[in-house]
């Protein structure tokens, strides 16, 4: 009895881990089909105009597709609708412009702005500390040390491990912001109120509700529609830090086959 029960459960085993490795086959089939999908979409849409804005094919969300014994859902985002935290410094040098703009978007999701400083440090290629922000001397002094990276952030987890950014700041941040390879532009067509508002000095997320209703059905073509849409008097923000263009998206997709989940 004893060697049939050990045979019966490692057969068990043996049928669950078979299972559960065709099942990681088939989300990884599902994710690579919509991978490619979102390319065929946004390829086609870069051929047929050059703006990007909520009202186009790919900005649509599609409801949860079902699958044999699962479901997939997709979903695409405009990167450049969000604060690129890699702006801080352009060419090895800090943007004043854009460290501004970040320092408003902070000021507005309640977080100290005094923290620009610190990510300024942690992007720039020097090891000089800036004041308010850290270098190594500061990592190295921790209970778990490590070096300041002193290169772009990957991800916007990497705020983490920034000096004062504790995980409720990443977290009320996340929405707003984005870590891209390159210097880029705000997408003003796609922009979420906060971002929106930190383009400009004084301007509140508030009065520009009529701006961010209008977009959808009457996209911006160009950066002189969207000055001609402000408030009457609000002064245009900096050229470098705006566009009505994307060259970065964020595709997300949640799988659940069997019972595996994958996002």
Do not use: C
Not at 50 to 65: F, I, M, Q, R
């Amino acid at each position: 009895a004893t060697v049939a029960t050990t045979l019966a459960l490692g057969e068990q085993v043996w049928f669950r881990q078979a299972q559960n490795m065709t099942n990681r086959a088939q989300a990884e089939s599902l994710r690579q089909g919509a991978l490619n999908y979102a390319a065929i979409l946004l390829t086609r849409d870069a051929k047929d105009n050059k703006t990007d804005h909520l009202g186009e094919l790919w900005a649509k969300p599609l409801p949860p597709l079902p699958v044999e014994d699962g479901m997939i859902a997709f979903a695409v985002v405009d990167a450049q609708g969000r604060f690129n935290l890699n702006n801080l410094v352009r060419s090895g040098q800090p943007s004043t412009p854009d460290i501004a703009m970040f320092q408003r978007l902070l000021t507005a999701l309640g977080i100290d702005p005094g923290l620009s400083e610190a990510l300024r440090d942690w992007l720039d290629p020097d090891g000089v500390v800036s004041p308010g922000g850290a270098e190594d001397i500061e990592y190295l002094s921790l209970p778990q040390p490590y070096r300041s990276a002193n290169q772009l952030l990957q991800s916007v987890d990497e705020l983490r491990l920034v000096k004062g950014f504790t995980a409720k700041n990443v977290e009320k941040l996340r929405p707003y912001v984005t870590a891209l390879p390159a210097p880029t532009t705000v997408n003003v067509n796609t922009a979420p109120d906060q971002v929106l508002a930190a383009l400009f000095t004084n301007l509140p997320a508030a009065a520009l509700q009529p701006v961010l209703d209008s977009r959808v059905n009457q996209p911006f073509a160009d950066a002189a529609q969207f000055i001609a849409r402000l408030p009457s008097g609000t002064p245009p923000p900096p050229a470098s830090l705006y566009g009505i263009n994307t060259g970065y998206f964020l595709v997300t997709i949640d799988i659940r086959y069997g019972r595996l989940q994958r996002r």
